[in-house]
């Protein structure tokens, strides 16, 4: 009987071994990499402590807001490109089409020139044959190619005799009153205008028949 008891007390671990046992298991899982638990159960997880492992779902939330925010300016980058893209596609077209509005305001001078040339010979004296009829046919040739290359690059003459008056086109410079034309319609043309393609270069001056009603009325542009 004592014998059997003694086995047994023999058999039972002592609190120290169990500490030693307890450490040594420790040890052994630290140098195998595996989290150890502290006495209260929790698991330390050291210098590299992971936010996933201590809640994971706030993580989450945070890296959501976090690629919802640079998807959000992403996009507003690639709208911002794709403004800038064709408003620089606008203003290239715009140069191409109206790159040369700069020049041809400097040249309808020519043309005026041209055309005062032709209207100070008198009536009378355009006929025959003589010096003063070869400088009016050279005059007149050059007047023509100088229109023609005008029209080549899509530069227009407004002439607007006998039609309504328009503010937009039209710049009235007096009143014509007494005019075979009915109030309001352009009866002398003073300078002509030019426009290119659909923007005006130069107003045309025009005079503005004037009847019994009154002051010339400008015509309105009801059209959409």
């Known amino acids: 009987m004592n014998t059997q008891d003694d086995k047994a007390e023999n058999e039972t671990p002592t609190p120290a ?8 298991g420790a040890e052994e899982a630290a140098v195998e990499g ?14 590299n402590e992971s936010p996933w492992a201590l809640d ?11 690629l919802a925010t640079t998807k959000d300016q992403f996009l507003r980058f690639m709208a911002e490109a794709e403004n800038v893209r064709k408003r620089s596609e606008r203003h290239l077209a715009e140069a191409h089409k109206y790159g040369v509005a700069n020049f041809a305001r400097a040249v309808l001078t020519v043309a005026d020139d041209l055309s005062r040339a032709l209207a100070a010979v008198p009536e009378d004296q355009r006929e025959g044959e003589g010096l003063l ?22 530069i227009e003459r407004i002439d607007p005799t006998g039609e309504p ?3 937009n086109l039209h710049e009235a410079m007096f009143e014509v009153p007494g005019s075979e034309y009915p109030s309001g319609t352009v009866a002398q043309v003073i300078q002509p205008g030019y426009r290119l393609h659909d923007r005006l270069l130069r107003p045309a001056r025009v005079g503005v028949a004037k009847g019994d009603g009154g002051a010339a009325q400008p015509r309105v542009d009801t059209t959409v």
């Open 165 to 167: 008056f328009d503010p």
């Open 17 to 24: 071994a169990e500490t030693a046992a307890a450490e040594d």
């Open 34 to 47: 595996e989290a150890v638990p502290d006495e209260a159960g929790k698991i330390d997880l050291g210098e």
């Open 56 to 66: 994971p779902a706030t993580r989450i939330a945070e890296l959501e807001e976090e």
């Open 133 to 154: 009829q070869n400088l009016l046919g050279g005059v007149e040739a050059v007047e023509r190619e100088f229109l023609k290359a005008l029209d080549a690059h899509h």
